[in-house]
């Protein structure tokens, strides 16, 4: 039987190889500036099979100013960011769509928050251009950078391994939790024998 830090090693060892596959593999190929208000930016990008597979990114950069009333009502600054991938005779291909969002605080007025999200891995079944438009909604705050970074030829995210690491580390923090418990009912039951003996 595994024992408690050899379970939790080993998750913590698979899921950081997971965070690694998704967010640290393949050549960055294409920046695309995306406009904020609800206005559409597109890109045309010659790809071909040989970058297989792909993976987009939406990174954001806002800046948030915060009256007294909105930290009061702990208003949140959010952006929505919506891509469409398109083929060459216009045939949408994917749409996904993502959210920042920077819950509002007490201690400051005034705050940036600069983040990357991961939005879709995918594949092109031939030599082509394709199109990526965006869509920009700003609910609260200034967007200083909303860009749409794809990177060819990454690792592939195997979910199998993210769902073993996950088990490993739940089973290790259950064996660690079964094995206070077992230790917790051995010193009462020891106490309640020196108290007997008393």
Same mark, same amino acid.
């Given at each position: 039987m !595994?024992k408690?830090a050899i379970?939790i090693?080993?998750g913590?060892l !698979?899921?950081?190889?997971s965070?690694?596959?998704?967010?640290f593999? %393949? +050549?960055?190929?294409?920046r695309q500036k995306?406009?904020?208000g609800g206005?559409? @930016?597109?890109s045309?990008?010659?790809?071909? #099979? @040989?970058m297989? #597979?792909?993976?987009?990114? &939406?990174?954001a950069?806002?800046?948030?100013?915060?009256?007294?009333k909105?930290?009061?009502?702990?208003?949140?600054?959010?952006?929505?960011v919506?891509?469409?991938?398109?083929?060459?005779?216009?045939?949408?291909?994917? /749409?996904?769509?993502?959210?920042f969002?920077?819950?509002?605080?007490?201690?400051?007025s005034?705050?940036?928050? =600069?983040?990357?999200?991961?939005l879709?891995?995918f594949?092109v079944p +031939?030599d082509g251009?394709y199109?990526? +438009?965006?869509?920009?909604? &700003?609910?609260?705050?200034t967007p200083e950078?909303?860009? !749409?970074?794809?990177?060819? /030829?990454v690792?592939r &995210?195997?979910w @199998?391994?993210?769902?073993v690491?996950v088990?490993? !580390?739940l %089973?290790g923090a @259950?064996?660690v939790?079964? =094995? /206070?418990?077992k230790?917790? +009912?051995t /010193?009462?039951?020891q106490a309640?024998?020196?108290g007997s003996?008393?």
């Amino acid at each position: 039987m !595994l024992k408690p830090a050899i379970c939790i090693g080993l998750g913590i060892l !698979l899921l950081g190889y997971s965070f690694y596959s998704t967010f640290f593999t %393949g +050549s960055e190929l294409e920046r695309q500036k995306l406009l904020a208000g609800g206005k559409e @930016a597109t890109s045309e990008v010659r790809l071909t #099979p @040989a970058m297989n #597979p792909l993976r987009a990114f &939406v990174r954001a950069k806002n800046r948030i100013r915060w009256t007294k009333k909105d930290i009061r009502e702990k208003l949140n600054g959010e952006i929505e960011v919506e891509i469409v991938m398109s083929d060459s005779t216009g045939n949408d291909l994917w /749409n996904e769509s993502t959210r920042f969002i920077r819950s509002g605080d007490e201690t400051s007025s005034s705050k940036i928050k =600069d983040s990357t999200q991961f939005l879709k891995t995918f594949e092109v079944p +031939s030599d082509g251009d394709y199109s990526f +438009s965006g869509k920009v909604a &700003v609910h609260h705050g200034t967007p200083e950078i909303v860009e !749409l970074v794809i990177y060819t /030829n990454v690792s592939r &995210v195997h979910w @199998a391994v993210v769902i073993v690491g996950v088990l490993l !580390l739940l %089973g290790g923090a @259950a064996l660690v939790l079964l =094995d /206070n418990m077992k230790k917790q +009912s051995t /010193n009462a039951e020891q106490a309640r024998s020196d108290g007997s003996a008393a």
